[in-house]
């Protein structure tokens, strides 16, 4: 089965409550046995990484796992995933470095079926992210039936970002930066970049590989396993 990836939530920008920025309602699509729910971060404040997230899609907050953070100055930006195979919407509770406000961090919410859940991950930083220096992923590879999913964000708002090697599928004004994300499910080794507008941008790259595949959930109880991974 090949890895699928596609959009449910794109929401306004929530200012935190202390450190915490929580997102209600937000769609998770279609419920699926295997399925993975995507948080992609950005945020521009100084200190205000994006460092923790948790899911709620019905039965309690959950940890979402991490992928390696992005980051130049005050940019950053980073991916948070986790397995939802219930529910249709989901509450997301991002804790940050410091309280951005509701022009400071924007989210998105992705949908990963056919995927197993050990992405391999990256980030990257640029201080100016214009055709000099854009932002890279270097070389990377992805699997037959593989998929890949990034977000980025730039310094400069209201100037729109230029991915290569990667389909682009949001490019948003966040108020006090821009939010771009992009998606590719074809295979092979190719090196993505995002390049902005303007001279010494500075720019964040954060991006998840996804091999085809199963994952096990299961309730609570003892289990053994057995053979060979």
């Given at each position: 089965?090949?890895?699928?990836?596609?959009?449910?939530?794109?929401?306004?920008?929530?200012?935190a409550?202390?450190?915490v920025?929580?997102?209600?309602?937000?769609?998770?699509?279609?419920?699926?046995?295997?399925?993975?729910?995507?948080?992609?971060?950005?945020?521009?404040?100084?200190?205000?990484?994006?460092?923790?997230?948790?899911?709620?899609?019905?039965?309690?907050?959950?940890?979402?796992?991490?992928s390696?953070?992005?980051?130049?100055?005050?940019?950053?930006?980073?991916?948070?995933?986790?397995?939802?195979?219930?529910?249709?919407?989901?509450?997301?509770?991002?804790?940050?470095?410091?309280?951005?406000?509701?022009?400071?961090?924007?989210?998105?919410?992705?949908?990963?079926?056919?995927?197993?859940?050990?992405?391999?991950?990256?980030?990257?930083?640029?201080?100016?992210?214009?055709?000099?220096?854009?932002?890279?992923?270097?070389?990377?590879?992805?699997?037959?039936?593989?998929?890949?999913l990034?977000?980025?964000?730039?310094?400069?708002?209201?100037?729109?970002?230029?991915?290569?090697?990667?389909?682009?599928?949001?490019?948003?004004?966040?108020?006090?930066?821009?939010?771009?994300?992009?998606?590719?499910?074809?295979?092979?080794?190719?090196?993505?970049?995002?390049?902005?507008?303007?001279?010494?941008?500075?720019?964040?790259?954060?991006?998840?590989?996804?091999?085809?595949?199963?994952?096990?959930?299961?309730?609570?109880?003892?289990?053994?396993?057995?053979?060979?991974?």
């Amino acid at each position: 089965m090949a890895v699928a990836i596609s959009q449910t939530a794109d929401p306004a920008g929530v200012s935190a409550s202390g450190s915490v920025v929580t997102y209600t309602a937000a769609s998770i699509g279609t419920a699926a046995v295997d399925r993975i729910v995507a948080l992609v971060v950005t945020t521009e404040l100084a200190s205000a990484s994006p460092n923790s997230a948790t899911i709620d899609f019905g039965g309690g907050a959950v940890a979402m796992s991490t992928s390696t953070q992005g980051n130049f100055g005050a940019v950053y930006a980073r991916i948070f995933y986790a397995a939802a195979p219930t529910g249709t919407t989901a509450t997301f509770a991002i804790t940050f470095g410091a309280g951005p406000s509701s022009t400071q961090n924007h989210a998105s919410v992705y949908r990963l079926i056919g995927a197993r859940n050990l992405p391999t991950t990256g980030g990257n930083g640029s201080t100016d992210m214009d055709a000099t220096a854009p932002l890279t992923t270097g070389s990377i590879t992805i699997a037959t039936n593989g998929g890949f999913l990034a977000v980025a964000a730039g310094a400069t708002d209201a100037v729109g970002k230029t991915w290569a090697n990667a389909t682009e599928d949001l490019d948003v004004d966040a108020g006090a930066f821009q939010h771009t994300t992009a998606m590719r499910t074809t295979s092979g080794t190719v090196t993505v970049t995002v390049t902005g507008g303007t001279n010494q941008e500075d720019g964040a790259l954060s991006w998840s590989i996804w091999t085809p595949g199963t994952f096990l959930t299961a309730d609570a109880g003892t289990y053994t396993l057995t053979g060979t991974a």
